[in-house]
C-alpha cells in the first residue's frame, strides 16, 4: 500500500494526542517509522555568508516527512548545479518531523464483526511522521553570499512546490 494522501494529515491538530497511558510501557509507539528526511544541514557549515534567504509557511498545519525531503531534494539540485555545494551556501531544515501519523482502517463490509473490533483500541497503526508547524514558522533556510541570493530564491521557490500550504519566500539579515 503507498501513502495515503497528505490532504488527510495536513490539518494542524493543535495540541497533538499523545498516548497516556496507567501502564507505560503502552505509551510507547510501536513499529513508528523514521522520518524521510536524511539531511537536516547541507553545504558549507562552518562558512559565514551575508545574507539569508528563508522560506516561511503560510498557515498552520502538519508538513510530513515525504515533503520535507521532496522540498530539500528540489532545493539542494538547483543549488548544486549553479553553485559549489562545499563552499557557496549552506542549506538547513528547521522543524524535525516528531509527530507520528496512523491510521485507522474501518471494516465496511458485511460480517465484518468477525475480524474486527470496530472502535475497541482505535489507537490505529503508524505510517508516517510529520512536522507540526505553525503560521510564520521558517521551514528552510538557506545562507548565501550577496551575488547569489537569486538564485536562493529559485531554489527555495522549487521546494515551495512542493508543500502541503501556500509558503512565503524572503531575504533577511
Avoid: W
Amino acid at each position: 500500500m503507498g501513502d495515503r494522501p497528505a490532504r488527510i494529515y495536513r490539518e494542524h491538530p493543535g495540541q497533538p494526542y499523545t498516548r497516556k497511558s496507567q501502564q507505560g510501557k503502552d505509551n510507547y509507539i510501536k513499529g513508528a517509522p523514521a522520518p524521510r528526511v536524511t539531511q537536516y544541514e547541507q553545504g558549507a557549515k562552518k562558512k559565514e555568508f551575508q545574507k539569508k534567504v528563508v522560506m516561511r509557511i503560510g498557515e498552520d498545519c502538519n508538513v510530513r516527512s515525504e515533503a520535507l525531503e521532496a522540498g530539500r531534494v528540489a532545493a539542494n539540485s538547483h543549488l548544486s548545479k549553479v553553485m559549489d555545494p562545499e563552499e557557496d551556501y549552506f542549506l538547513q531544515i528547521r522543524p524535525y518531523p516528531h509527530h507520528v501519523l496512523r491510521y485507522h482502517p474501518l471494516a465496511g463490509v458485511a460480517q465484518a464483526d468477525r475480524y474486527y473490533e470496530g472502535m475497541r483500541k482505535p489507537f490505529g497503526r503508524p505510517i508516517g511522521r510529520a512536522a507540526i508547524v505553525d503560521k510564520d514558522q521558517i521551514l528552510y533556510e538557506i545562507n548565501v553570499d550577496e551575488g547569489d541570493v537569486q538564485e536562493a530564491k529559485k531554489a527555495l521557490e522549487r521546494a515551495n512546490h512542493k508543500m502541503p500550504v501556500p509558503c512565503r519566500v524572503l531575504v533577511e539579515e
